[in-house]
Structure formats: C-alpha cells, structure tokens
C-alpha cells in the first residue's frame, strides 16, 4: 500500500507523507467497513475473538467472510500505523509526533472495542464510542498528515501558464477561455466611466435564440445538476425503493425554478462587481444582453412558480424550504456575506444543504435527522470545493473586491481549511452511513472518491499552483457527485 501511496502522492523525504497517507486512507477504509459491517449485522456471524467462530478461516458464511476481512484489515492498518509512528518519531517535529502518537494510542482501544462488539453483541452505546474512538484515530492521523505537509512544502509558489479553461463555482467548465486583457488594455473600467450595458452592445440586435439563452444563463444551469442530485438523494433515503418518479419530477422541476431565481438575483445584485471580473465580464446583464429591470422581473417570476410548483404539486413545507433557500442565497450570501467577511463560503455554504431537505420533505413533510446529516456533508463539502476556485481566481476576486480567503489572509491557510474541511465532509460521510442503512455501493463509492480528493489536496499543498487548484476543485465534484449517485443507487435500487 506504502508504495503505491507513494508513486500516486510523490516522495517525501524518509517517506513519512506516503506513510501517513496510507495511514490515514487505511483507517478510512476500516471506519467505512466497519460501519457496513454492522449496518448488516455481520459482526455477530463471528462469535470468537481473535478467531472466527474457533477458527483462522471464516468458512463459506458470507457475514462471516466479511467479519473476518474487516478484522485482517484492523491488523493490516495496525501495522502501517505502527511503521508510521515510528517514522515520525525518527523524523518529524514534535506536533507531528503527538498527534500521531495518541493516534496509534487510540488503534488498542478500538480494537479491544471491536473485540467486546464481537464477543458480547452489538449495543448502541459501545456501536457509538468504537465509531467516535475511530473517527478520532482518522483525525489524528490526518491533522498529522496536515501539520507535515505545511512544514514539508515551505517555499515559494511554483509559478504556472493561466489555465486556458474557465470554471464556474458549480464546477462544469464555461465555453469561453480564461481572459486576460491585452498588453496596455485594463480589465476594469477607468476611473469616472461606467462600463454600462448599453455602451457595451449599443445598437446590437438579438434573435430570439440569443435572448432564451441569456435568460437561461442567468439562472446558472451548472448548478442544477448538482443541487438536484442532492434533493434526489434525500427522497431516495427517505422512500427507497418506493420513491415515485412524479414525485422526483415535481421537486426537480421547483427546485430548478428556485436555483434559477437565486442565480438571477444573484447576477443582478453582483452586476457592477462582474464587470470588474475576467471571469464573469461576459455575463448577460453585464455585456447588456438583459436589461437589468427584466432580469429583476425574470427573477421574480422564477420564484412564484417555483413556489406554485412545490405548493400545487409536492407540499407546502418544500414550497416554504425553497423560497427561505432564494432569500438566503439572494440576500444573506450575496448582500450580506459575500461582499464583507472572508467566510463568506462557510456561512453561506448553508444554502447548499437546503435541497436535502427540501428533498426529505417532498416524501415525509417533515425533517428528519438523515436529511439534516447529508446537508451537513454538502455544507461542510462547499468550502473544501470552492476554496480552490479562490485560489485560482484570486486576482480576479480582488479586482472586484470580494474578500476571498486567499486575499484576506493568505493561500497557505486557504489549503489548510481546503484539507480541515475535507476532513470534515469525509467524517460526515462515515455518519450518514451509520445513521441510515446503506449498502457496499455507498461504502466502496466513499473510499474511493475520499482517497481521489485527498490525493488531489496533497497534490495541491506540493504544487500549490492554480493548475493544481482546478484538479482539486474537480476532484470535490467528482467526490459529492459520486457520494451522491451511491446513496440512490443503495437506497433506491438494491435494498
């Protein structure tokens, strides 16, 4: 495992990062398997310890073939953490040997948890304390793997060509390459002139084609995949296989119309700032497309039916969820955050989570704990995923003047939070496959996109250029989207 960790991460000296990699992707594994285990109650088709049933094999039974491959990877990942502690010890400073020290303290306890789980049956309070003395042998070893990295990857940025790809923060590319202004050309608007819409394309005329595309524009269409993916996700832990297809149309649809009404307030309320922006010069209020008094009017007419098609089709709770998502989004992120605190992101990463619920709440008209877990993944996932937008376009958030994190404070704590996030979302992860029976999709779909993104952010703290930020930021969709698919394909098609 050492090795392969250590060709797809890059050597660091004695070893030490592969190793606390592995480690940590290790202990992921075992958490994930772990849970699976005793969501299916395998743990109790082994009623001996260290053996199975007085035996080193576990014979034909599949429970036990499974309690006994989660045991042999305990031993697997005890001894990688064992050669990674005395690593650090012989080579790391002394945070690094800390906390990988009261990790490798913690693995004996968890086992002897594991080892009274087996032998004594499965209780919700000892499931709960092997789960958190887990979760915290993961953290220790990535806050270590962290810690190393910030000390190991010390210097200056490694310079890169300006990526020839535009990214908007829903992830999916944009048509038009990075912009750049000409030698002696400015990209903003000199002093004392307004760049309006109509000196932009005076006198152009459009067809009709052009107009439903701007409008379509504003609504930012690269959102709705995602966002709708998170909603169909919550109906399908809610109803499982009875999950009606009308049902799903009907949340789809009036959660559509609601991300669109955001995404045009959203376009409207940021207008000057967007002339500012390379990235986002082109947009149809900014380049005159739209007017922005018809913008306002698309808008509005955009959350009336959105709350007309929740209303008339789904519930009332959903049509209360969604329009409480446009005036978060519209006001409190756009108005409020976004322009006047560098967490802008975390806080209003909350908007995010709003289609879990409103998700759980087109089949139960209600809100449960299952759908207020898998929004926490979604809130905790979006500062890992767009803080690489942010270093990559940090010079374009500072023309505008947004106080991004990577300009309020500096890049290397951008990464950092990148990492501690990722952590977070990876956690969260582990919670919402103990708290709602999911099946091996979801736990082999989990590890492989959490081993894909933290590879991307260890790649982001050696590179540290914006080439390096792209790939993370779409290893985080790669990561949510999967994680996404996995939980209808358990709970709707194979439970």
């Known amino acids: 495992m050492v090795?392969?960790?250590?060709?797809?991460?890059?050597?660091?000296?004695?070893?030490?990062?592969?190793?606390?990699?592995?480690?940590?992707?290790g202990v992921y594994v075992l958490v994930v398997v772990g849970a699976t285990t005793s969501l299916l109650d395998a743990a109790s088709a082994c009623s001996t310890w260290p053996t199975c049933n007085g035996s080193l094999l576990p014979g034909s039974d599949p429970m036990a073939v499974l309690n006994w491959a989660h045991r042999v990877l305990g031993l697997?990942?005890?001894?990688?953490?064992?050669?990674?502690?005395?690593?650090?010890?012989?080579?790391?400073?002394?945070?690094?040997?800390?906390?990988?020290?009261?990790?490798?303290?913690?693995?004996?306890?968890?086992?002897i948890l594991g080892a009274r789980i087996a032998l004594g049956g499965v209780t919700q309070p000892l499931a709960a304390v092997h789960l958190v003395v887990a979760i915290g042998i993961f953290t220790g070893i990535l806050v270590g793997l962290l810690w190393y990295l910030e000390r190991a990857t010390v210097g200056p940025k490694t310079e890169s060509a300006v990526s020839t790809v535009d990214v908007d923060p829903s992830g999916v590319p944009e048509a038009s390459q990075y912009k750049t202004p000409e030698p002696g050309q400015s990209s903003t608007p000199e002093a004392g002139q307004s760049q309006t819409p109509e000196?932009?394309?005076?006198?152009?005329?459009?067809?009709?084609?052009?107009?439903?595309?701007?409008?379509?524009?504003?609504?930012?269409?690269?959102?709705?995949?995602?966002?709708?993916?998170?909603?169909?996700?919550?109906?399908?832990?809610?109803?499982?296989?009875?999950?009606?297809?009308?049902n799903v149309a009907a949340t789809i649809s009036g959660g559509v119309l609601a991300i669109g009404a955001s995404g045009t307030f959203n376009n409207v309320l940021e207008i000057d700032r967007d002339r500012r922006m390379d990235r986002t010069a082109d947009r149809p209020l900014v380049d005159g497309t739209i007017p922005?008094?018809?913008?306002?009017?698309?808008?509005?007419?955009?959350?009336?039916?959105?709350?007309?098609?929740?209303?008339?089709?789904?519930?009332?709770?959903?049509?209360a969820l969604g329009l409480l998502a446009i005036l978060f989004y519209s006001v409190v992120y756009t108005l409020l955050l976004k322009p006047h605190t560098d967490r802008n992101i975390v806080i209003g990463g909350a908007v995010g989570g709003f289609p879990a619920l409103i998700g759980w709440?087109?089949?139960?008209?209600?809100?449960?704990?299952?759908?207020?877990?898998?929004?926490?993944?979604?809130?905790?996932?979006?500062?890992?995923?767009?803080y690489n937008l942010a270093l990559a376009y940090k010079e374009d958030y500072a023309r505008a003047d947004f106080p991004m994190l990577p300009i309020s404070r500096n890049e290397a704590v951008t990464r950092r939070h990148i990492f501690l996030y990722l952590l977070a979302t990876m956690a969260a992860a582990v919670a919402l496959g103990t708290i709602r029976p999911l099946g091996w999709t979801y736990a082999v779909a989990s590890i492989a996109v959490g081993a894909l993104f933290l590879w991307a952010v260890i790649r982001l703290f050696r590179e540290r250029t914006e080439t390096a930020a792209f790939k993370t930021f779409h290893a985080a969709n790669a990561y949510l989207g999967v994680l996404l698919l996995a939980i209808v394909v358990d709970a709707v098609i194979l439970t």
């Open 292 to 319: 922005p008094s018809r913008a306002v009017a698309f808008g509005l007419a955009l959350s009336v039916s959105s709350v007309f098609v929740f209303v008339l089709f789904v519930n009332v709770l959903a049509a």
């Open 76 to 111: 697997l990942v005890g001894l990688l953490l064992i050669g990674t502690l005395g690593t650090a010890w012989a080579s790391a400073g002394k945070r690094v040997r800390y906390v990988v020290t009261v990790a490798a303290l913690l693995y004996p306890v968890q086992t």
């Open 361 to 386: 709440a087109a089949v139960t008209n209600s809100i449960e704990l299952p759908a207020v877990v898998l929004g926490t993944i979604v809130f905790l996932w979006t500062p890992a995923h767009f």
């Open 3 to 25: 090795a392969i960790v250590d060709r797809l991460f890059g050597r660091f000296e004695v070893h030490l990062g592969s190793l606390l990699a592995a480690s940590a992707i």
């Open 199 to 246: 000196a932009t394309r005076s006198g152009t005329e459009y067809s009709r084609v052009d107009l439903l595309g701007a409008y379509v524009e504003l609504t930012k269409p690269r959102l709705w995949w995602l966002l709708s993916l998170v909603a169909v996700a919550a109906m399908a832990l809610a109803a499982g296989p009875a999950l009606s297809f009308w």
